[in-house]
């Protein structure tokens, strides 16, 4: 009679163990979670580790022929950092820079050698310091000075204007993880529509008072970021539900992939092109490309000119949010609807 020793029972056992452990959707998974760690790496260093002034729009106020000699000699400026435009005079510069056509103006004095250079800080202060140093120098070569006269300031409590990126990414976090928690406590897809529209109400609620949270916390708690309450309440809950419904729409037609899929857009893709540490004249073409058309981009924007523009030129922004939010709803309303989305492919667990 033979006798198997201990010690091979126990490596069979735990080799047995290690293969039942160590699936191919496991291992699958595990290399998605490395691709995006890779991916977040990438696209953080990628976009931020130079930051460049490429084509500012920037007006260019003088008398005469003086304007559009001016605007060509800015124009030249070695890596072309603005995109000089004339404007009529400096109302209309102030204007242009508070309805966020423009991020600055240069207006030159008739008589004198100290002309004025007009930004706005609350469209972010690492743009208005650039632009200073851009014309600082520029000026300086023909024999001139410049002043600096800020017209939108940032909140003296709102250090280098992030407040308003760090506020529009904890409103994506709440997003993304309240669907992300839905999906792990009841199953990445919905079992039927009913059940899928209790989801969307949960997130509804959720990123009502989140986004009340938020505002609060930013306005009337910490003193961060002026501008009304009551707007970047709303604002706040777009984001919040538009991230959410986008997760929940991403997760019923992948499954738990969709959670990854969603850190993809919102975290790897959208936080970098936000304009939020470095504006977008700052960023590589690509990242200004796409910032504008992701949640964290179009919410920064929405957000830094409730609180500093007068609420100006926030429409494109609110419909991205919007489309993200409708498309997200009707996504998520279709997966559970038709037969071939909701079929269970998820890790063990059960649908609710």
Not at 26 to 37: E, H, K, R
Not at 203 to 230: C, E, F, Q
Request: charged fraction near 15%; aromatic fraction near 6%.
């Amino acid at each position: 009679m033979s006798h198997t020793p201990v010690a091979d029972r126990r490596s069979g056992s735990f080799l047995d163990e290690v293969k039942d452990a160590v699936t191919l959707r496991a291992t699958l998974l595990v290399i998605g979670v490395l691709a995006l760690q890779l991916l977040f790496i990438a696209s953080y260093v990628g976009a931020l580790h130079d930051p460049r002034p490429r084509d500012v729009p920037f007006g260019v106020v003088a008398p005469g022929a003086a304007a559009e000699q001016t605007a060509g000699r800015l124009e030249r400026l070695p890596g072309s950092p603005l995109d000089p435009r004339t404007v009529a005079d400096e109302a209309s510069a102030r204007r242009q820079i508070e309805n966020r056509e423009i991020d600055g103006a240069l207006v030159v004095a008739p008589s004198g050698r100290t002309d004025t250079l007009l930004v706005a800080s609350g469209g972010g202060t690492v743009l208005a310091t650039t632009l200073e140093g851009i014309l600082g120098r520029a000026e300086q070569s023909e024999g001139r000075a410049t002043r600096t006269v800020d017209v939108a300031p940032a909140s003296p409590r709102d250090f280098d204007g992030l407040s308003s990126f760090y506020l529009v990414v904890g409103w994506c976090v709440g997003g993304y993880l309240c669907a992300s928690i839905l999906a792990i406590s009841t199953g990445a897809r919905p079992a039927n529509p009913r059940r899928a529209a209790i989801r969307l109400v949960v997130m509804a609620l959720v990123a009502i008072a989140g986004g009340l949270g938020g505002a609060v916390i930013v306005g009337p708690v910490l003193g961060a970021l002026p501008g009304s309450v009551v707007d970047l309440w709303g604002l706040g809950a777009l984001i919040t539900f538009a991230v959410g419904a986008a997760t929940l729409a991403l997760q019923g037609v992948f499954g738990v992939v969709g959670i990854g899929l969603a850190i993809l857009l919102v975290v790897i893709a959208g936080n970098p092109s936000a304009g939020g540490a470095f504006p977008l004249p700052l960023l590589p073409p690509f990242w200004q490309a796409i910032g504008p058309a992701l949640p964290p981009g179009a919410g920064t924007w929405a957000a830094r000119s409730i609180a500093y523009f007068k609420a100006n030129d926030v429409t494109f922004s609110l419909l991205v949010l919007w489309a993200w939010a409708v498309a997200g709803t009707v996504i998520t309303m279709l997966a559970a609807a038709l037969p071939g989305v909701r079929r269970d492919r998820e890790l063990p667990g059960r649908a609710d």
